[in-house]
């Protein structure tokens, strides 16, 4: 490059840059006037041509509307659209007109429908077999059978579906059994008689532990029927011309039908008793009435009187639940509880327990086994009619363990998940009802309660001392003693519908009498101090902040 060349290169560029920076300049200079003609403006407007130019905006946004308004009109006068009142109606009559639909899905009967198509056939079924039952019986017995009271069932208590060869077949195994335990007891008398054989010694077998069974579950019978009902109605089912989804009329005609023939049944047991009565009268010789007075009689004289528990009793006929709530609340037997969840009273298994189990010694339970046993035993219980019903019936349950390691904490988890009310029978809460009139009625407000609003916990502290052991020695110590009298008293008054259960809680259970004591808890839990495991991962699993 030679120097002239160099010279316009560098003119060039030093041009260019002025007149980027000019450009730049004037750019600031244009819009600094800009602002300030602006600001000049704002300062100088009046009020008029503020007000004009509002009147411009509003004028707009009103014709537009008038506009639109017009070409509706329009459009309803050429027919093209309906008048807005017009497809309101329209909307709520289609509104009306689905909730109508979806009420007789809902309610969808064919009760009627059956009383008249399958009533007639099913009214000459049942006046077929309960006439062939009759028959049977007199063939079998030599009398037509009692037609059963209304109680007892009906026509139902007599239909058996059996041949009279099945029942000749029976009453000959009866007869065959009844001459066989005569047999073994002659054979036993000869035996008694003669002298007994001098025995050779036999050689001892050893002895096989076979280890804990599990019973088999009450629940198993229903997971089967619900598995066998999927299999038949559901599991090979076409639905795919079936769009809507909403019912089967087959399933609801199934459903309805058991009532229909209910109905119809107790209609033909009005007209069959009847019809028994003029057979048995004609061919028996035998009149109604009197056999009906004669078998009341029979069952009035063979009924026993059932011996009435003190508990059982109504001690409190005019008082209201509410009046007694309010007083076990007021005296402290009802006791507040604690928002605490199971999931609360962390811990961790113990690994070691199969190492410990195969070389023979029984290890202490760990704190996740402790929430299973409290959960199968208490909580699933009370927590569910169903489960109460079918479980193993459990009505006392014992937490023993040191002081300090939660036993209380479970009573109110257990009354926490299960939804429960806690009554406390602490020893210590029992001063105030001396007596066994006193005890009968405590016991008595809280069955009352405790039943009409369960589910329910009763909740014993220290129950080790109401069977401690030796001599008692003052007021208290008796009032214990007569306390621990009832309470077997108390557990036999709980029927399996009850979702009451007895919780005890005990730190020395060794001062307690054995007998009575585990006589009395039907479930004893066992808890242990926590260990290293789970001490570690209760202070330092979560960091601190």
Known sequence: MTLEEAIRVIQVAERARQGRARAAFMR????????????????TKSPDEAATCIQKVWRGHRQRKETERLREEEMIFLGMSLPPELEVMISLQKTNVLE???????????????????????????????????LECRHVTGRFPDYPLEKAGGSKAIIVEKHPEEIVEELAIK????????????????????????????????????????????????????????????ENRDNKADFLQDHDPELIRAGERGEVEEEIRVQVDEVMQEKLLRVKEAVDGETGPGQVKAVKEKVSKAAVKKKVSELEKDLTPGRSIDS?????????????????????????????????????AQPMPSIPEVRQLVALYGILPLGSQTVHEN???????????????????????????????????????????????????????????????QPSVVWIGDTERIYSKGATKGEDEVNFKRLARLLPQFLRTLKPKDRV?????????????????????????????????????????????
Request: glycine share 8%; proline share 5%; net charge positive.
């Open 28 to 43: 600031r200079i244009f819009l600094e006037e800009k602002r300030q003609s602006r600001t000049q403006e704002q300062q």
């Open 100 to 134: 109508g639909e979806f009420q007789e899905r809902a309610n969808y009967s064919f009760t009627h429908e059956l009383r008249a198509a399958e009533g007639p056939h099913i009214k000459e079924t049942f006046q077929e077999e309960i006439t062939q039952c009759f």
């Open 175 to 234: 007869k065959a059994q009844a001459e066989a335990q005569k047999n073994e007891k002659d054979k036993k008398k000869k035996e008694a008689k003669e002298p007994a054989p001098e025995k050779k010694p036999e050689v001892e077998k050893p002895v096989v532990d076979e280890g804990w069974k599990m019973a088999p579950s009450n629940f198993l019978l229903m997971l089967e029927e619900g598995s066998s009902q999927y299999q038949v109605f559901w």
């Open 324 to 360: 007694l709530y309010q007083q076990l609340a007021e005296e402290r037997l009802l006791i507040q509880v604690k928002n605490v969840n199971l999931s609360d009273y962390m811990g961790y298994y113990d690994c070691l327990g199969t190492l410990l189990r195969e070389t023979g």
């Open 391 to 453: 479980a193993p019936l459990v009505k006392s349950l014992l937490l023993a363990g040191p002081a300090g390691v939660g036993k209380k904490m479970l009573v109110h988890a257990i009354c926490t998940e299960a939804g429960a009310n806690l009554f406390s029978l602490t020893p210590s809460n029992t001063v105030n009802y001396s007596g066994k009139e006193g005890l009968i009625m405590l016991l008595h407000m809280i069955l009352k309660v405790g039943k009409e609003l």
């Open 501 to 545: 259960l007895l919780v005890g809680t005990t730190r020395r259970p060794f001062d307690a009498n054995v007998g009575p004591f585990c006589k009395l808890y039907q479930k004893i839990i066992l808890i242990s101090k926590p260990d290293y495991l789970t001490r570690f991962g209760k202070y330092f699993s979560h960091p601190r902040g």
